[in-house]
């Protein structure tokens, strides 16, 4: 009885923590993994956008109203790109499979559907160390992008001030070209 | 000699109480308005804006904003001793994409316990603006504002200490919409909730 009620207890605890553990492994690479299965793509390598010359998280990003910026802390950018792609699914299912292996390490802050899913832009966030990690997840009709950026705590307030500005300027940030 | 029943009974009690703890500690305070209802509005939206900002964005939001720069100080002095801003906003091509009985997933909240509508609070937008507080005593727990237009259906929750004024200036910044409100001369409790 003793081994049943045992097990019992780990079973419970495994339960309790699976979530967590599914969440703690590399969210970004999860995320990207989790568009090309559920919207059966491709992403793009960054040495295939390089030698096309795009150069990642190189250019200053105009915030609103204010001088050229950069936003993201130098060579903390990833970034994923899909290019020229259906993204046709029922982006509510993934809106919820995506909230789901995320919401128990990143904090969603905003999540904006246009179109019925012809763009969908999800922001989250948390904390590393003293600064933070952001979540960018753009997702449109045939082009997608995965941002992940650290902010200091002074870009954090841009963000939180203006989340769908600061989101679009952190995407714009990562994949703009600056030999342009 | 300690008894087997005590091992029977307390450890899947344990087991029980491990499964339930995490529920127990993501339970929403009062003033928390519950928005799921209107999830299913989404997929016949041409907009959805969903914000989530909680306690512990608040927190950090609290700490992030420099008291140096002037606009930040003043968005600082706003959130101070807020717990959440939570913001559904659903945009339509075409009228009657929602009814009534969505629109009352909200307001039967709003007829609980606590809160008061505030009438004579108008907006410059088109539409219906009702705004709610949550009084604890004299302590202004919470707020909410439901705005509903033929095309447009809009709910904002702050959690905390929250007036007019600080919405009103809110409204921009944290995600919160432009909500158009301009404060009433006087507000009073509304009696026929």
């Known amino acids: ?180 | 000699m300690k008894p087997l029943f005590h091992i029977n009974i307390r450890m899947p009690l344990l087991a029980l109480l491990l499964c339930i703890a995490p529920a127990a500690i993501a339970q929403v305070p009062d003033s928390r308005i519950q928005m799921g209802g209107l999830d299913h509005l989404t997929a016949k939206a041409s907009q959805t804006v969903d914000v989530n900002i909680d306690e512990r964005l608040m927190r950090l939001a609290a700490k992030v904003f420099s008291d140096k720069d002037e606009d930040e100080r003043q968005v600082k002095k706003l959130v101070e001793g807020l717990k959440g801003v939570y913001v559904k906003s659903f945009e339509f091509e075409t009228d009657g994409q929602y009814v009534a009985a969505d629109v009352e997933t909200i307001r039967t909240q709003l007829r609980g316990p606590g809160w008061t509508r505030l009438v004579n609070v108008t907006s410059k937008k088109e539409g219906m603006l009702e705004v709610y507080l949550l009084f604890n005593g004299d302590q202004v727990g919470g707020l909410a504002v439901l705005h509903t237009d033929d095309r447009e259906l809009t709910v904002v929750n702050i959690v905390g200490p929250v007036d007019l004024d600080k919405l009103a200036k809110l409204e921009g910044q944290l995600g919160i919409p432009e909500l158009g409100i301009e404060s009433p001369k006087k507000s009073k409790n509304d009696d026929e909730k």
């Open chain 1, 1 to 180: 009885m003793k081994a049943i009620a045992t097990s019992i207890l780990i079973v419970a605890m495994t339960l309790t923590t699976a979530n967590v553990v599914q969440a703690k492994g590399d969210d970004f690479n999860s995320v990207v993994k989790m568009i090309e299965q559920f919207y059966r793509v491709k992403h793009v390598g960054i040495p295939f956008l390089a030698k096309a010359g795009m150069k990642v998280a190189t250019t200053a990003a105009r915030i609103k109203g204010g001088e050229a910026k950069r936003i993201a802390e130098a060579g903390s950018v990833k970034l994923a790109v899909f290019e020229d792609q259906n993204f046709n699914g029922d982006f509510i299912k993934f809106r919820n499979s995506l909230n789901e292996a995320l919401n128990v390490t990143w904090m969603p802050l905003i999540q904006t559907l246009s179109g019925a899913g012809e763009e969908q832009v999800y922001i989250y966030l948390k904390d590393a160390g003293d600064k933070f990690n952001v979540l960018v997840i753009t997702i449109e009709q045939r082009d997608a992008t995965v941002v992940q950026v650290t902010l200091s705590p002074k870009n954090l307030a841009l963000l939180l001030k203006d989340p769908e500005g600061t989101g679009k300027a952190i995407t714009q940030e990562a994949t703009i070209n600056d030999q342009e």
